[in-house]
């Protein structure tokens, strides 16, 4: 049973940073994908946050690329993800995606709540 199991959320002041973590489980880590996904307020979808590959390969989203770090420690099946100088714009449910193609699983996601 694929298990993917965030933690690390919280709530901040703006200008704080997090390092939100999902542990996977039940699949082999090391050879899928990993994602972040934003589930803000008043957002019809998830939104795309980050991405890294098996091999270490990192992508991000535009608006979060100078204040998101993606990374995975595969000894510890975990992925991470450091988001520093938090703003408020911020707050949303951070779900992690393990992408084992061409199966996805999803986490139930960890609540960031950013004040000003």
């Known amino acids: 049973q694929v298990q993917l199991v965030e933690s690390g959320g919280g709530s901040v002041q703006a200008g704080e940073s997090l390092k939100l973590s999902c542990v996977g489980s039940g699949y082999v880590f090391s050879s899928c994908g990993m994602d972040w996904y934003q589930e803000a307020p008043g957002q019809q979808q998830r939104e795309w946050v980050a991405?890294?590959?098996?091999?270490?390969?990192?992508k991000y989203a535009d608006s979060v690329k100078e204040r998101f770090t993606i990374s995975r420690n595969n000894a510890k099946n975990t992925l991470y993800l450091q988001i520093n100088n938090l703003k408020y714009e911020d707050t949303a449910v951070y779900v992690c995606?393990?992408?084992?193609?061409?199966?996805?699983?999803w986490g139930q996601g960890t609540q960031v709540t950013v004040s000003l």
């Open positions: 991405s890294i590959s098996d091999d270490g390969y990192t």
């Open positions: 995606a393990a992408d084992c193609t061409p199966y996805t699983y």
